[in-house]
């Protein structure tokens, strides 16, 4: 999962985590030099200044006067009266947007004519570089000695204008009202944990500790899943729908998500959770790992789209600090090739599998049948010589769709060509699922007789076609779909069919009807 650190009351990130092995290492590069630090700290030098009492009028609103008189040292790029006094303070962050934007830790004394990147406490990375005969930070100009000034605890640069807020992904997404939709989603996942052993304990009131700074770790699930869009060290490539765009996929697509009443979730709640999640589980891709992707695009959920031109279509780039949004009225993306796509389950997989009359073997195939599933297979052999293998197969991941269910069997033909006098299986099966009562009901396949599969070839038998799906079971504990297949050779064909059955797989194909 995403974990950031948050610190109430005054400050949004604790960076230690990050930064604490090279504390002592930029504490003595950026050392002050004690000829010419003031005694002030870095509050009391700001707010002596008055030309940045507007700065420092909002340090002290949002709590931060009291982290500039900590021990810990900073170094503040502070915007002067003139460069705030346009500024809008209402439409943005003050606190991760400005000043946190404008303030660094350790000593930065701006002495060095080679570029530096400087990491800021809300993340970003802002170059500091000297052009002209003066200093930049970012696009913002400064002069040295003249706009610094040393505390004891640190350094201020002022600055003649405010340096802009370059938002990365995930920040841009809480900034535009028009992607609101999928913003909820994303930011309702955060998760706040409160961390006793990182926060100050204060007295005991009531039988209870309470703490003077309290610290909470943030962690965010879909962050961890689909990638950190929220980090500025990573760069990312998103598809992002609008809010009409959102509701128009939202509405599709949760009908592909119909649960039945369940003691142990709420149908509801699940054809939400899922509905959302397949929605943007295919939104994200990484620039790092796909520099200049030409004929495919691999989401990071591992699912590859070729020739992706068209899931831009229509968009409008935005550019953020780490990476590109794509903001869209029209969600592109096939189901087939995103959450829709066909189920395989493998025979040889013991968890949902039960056989009886007979004992199960997973075997491994040789080199020269590269085509088999996962390359093992089932084999079932009776354990007696009049017994008929069963053996019966959950299905998860269904969805409420229409499907073509198909089994494949091998052979012994298939495994080794020069083997002869091969027999083939002769089967019938039983599928199982709750009908739109919710009640178990099964459907015999054939309906009447049996099937005798071709063991000259992989022979995937279809068990049932156009088959409609009510209920979904995605994301349930226990599938409530079965499969079950029937050798059924009676002991005067046993010369005939065989009753041993080698089994690959289980496959359901949805058909494309989006």
């Known amino acids: 999962m995403d974990r950031n650190i948050y610190k109430s009351g005054f400050i949004a990130l604790v960076l ?152 990365n992904n995930w920040e841009y997404l809480g900034k535009d009202p028009a992607l609101d939709s999928i913003r909820s989603y994303f930011y309702s996942q955060n998760k706040l944990t409160f961390i006793p052993e990182a926060s100050v304990p204060g ?128 969600l592109r993306i096939d189901p087939l090739d995103s959450w829709h796509q066909s189920l395989i389950v493998e025979a040889e997989r013991t968890k949902g599998r039960e056989n009886t009359l007979s004992t199960p073997y997973s075997e491994r195939i040789s080199a020269g049948t590269r085509s088999i599933s996962g390359g093992r297979y089932l084999k079932l052999e009776p354990t007696t010589s009049t017994g008929n293998p069963t053996v019966t197969f959950e299905i998860p991941g269904v969805l409420s769709d229409y499907y073509d269910v198909y089994c494949v069997f091998l052979s012994n033909k298939v495994l080794n060509p020069a083997a002869s006098g091969v027999k083939p299986f002769k089967v019938y099966f039983n599928l199982s699922y709750p009908d739109t009562d919710g009640k178990t009901t099964t459907l015999r396949s054939p309906l009447t007789g049996v099937v005798e599969t071709q063991p000259a070839k992989i022979d995937t038998v279809l068990v049932a076609a156009d088959h409609k799906f009510n209920y979904a079971n995605a994301g349930e504990e226990t599938a409530n779909v079965t499969l079950r297949v029937i050798s059924n050779v009676p002991r005067t064909e046993t010369t005939i069919y065989s009753r041993e059955l080698l089994i690959d797989c289980i496959l359901l194909k949805p058909k494309k009807k989006l």
Not at 84 to 108: C, P, Q, W, Y
Not at 141 to 166: D, T
Not at 249 to 276: G, L
Not at 315 to 321: E, F, L, M, Q
């Open 16 to 167: 230690f985590f990050v930064a604490a092995c090279s504390d002592d290492y930029r504490e003595a590069h950026y050392a002050a030099d004690p000829t010419i630090v003031s005694e002030k700290n870095l509050w009391e030098t700001v707010r002596s200044i008055p030309e940045l009492s507007t700065f420092a009028g909002l340090l002290e609103k949002y709590g931060y006067d009291k982290t500039l008189q900590q021990p810990e040292s900073f170094t503040l790029f502070a915007p002067d009266n003139a460069a705030l006094s346009g500024l809008d303070t209402s439409k943005i962050n003050v606190a991760n947007d400005l000043i946190e934007n404008h303030m660094a830790r350790f000593f930065i004394p701006a002495s060095s004519r080679i570029k530096q990147t400087i990491p800021t406490l809300n993340r970003k990375r802002i170059p500091l570089q000297f052009v002209n005969d003066r200093f930049y930070f970012g696009t913002s100009p400064f002069s040295v000695p003249y706009q610094r000034i040393v505390a004891s605890n640190g350094i201020v640069h002022v600055l003649s204008q405010v340096e802009p807020f370059f938002p």
């Open 203 to 330: 007295s005991i009131v009531d039988g209870k500790q309470t703490y003077l700074d309290s610290v909470f770790q943030n962690s965010n699930p879909l962050l961890s899943r689909l990638g950190y869009i929220n980090r500025e060290d990573s760069s990312y490539t998103m598809i992002v729908p609008d809010n009409g765009a959102w509701e128009a996929a939202y509405t599709r697509i949760k009908s592909y998500f119909v649960y039945r009443a369940n003691p142990f979730f709420n149908a509801d709640s699940m054809q939400r959770a899922r509905t959302s999640y397949a929605l943007v589980q295919d939104l994200i891709f990484s620039n790092t790992l796909q520099k200049a992707p030409h004929d495919s695009l691999v989401s990071t959920s591992g699912n590859v789209f070729f020739k992706p031109a068209y899931l831009f279509d229509g968009s409008t780039s935005v550019t953020t600090s780490n990476g590109k949004l794509y903001i869209t009225s029209s």
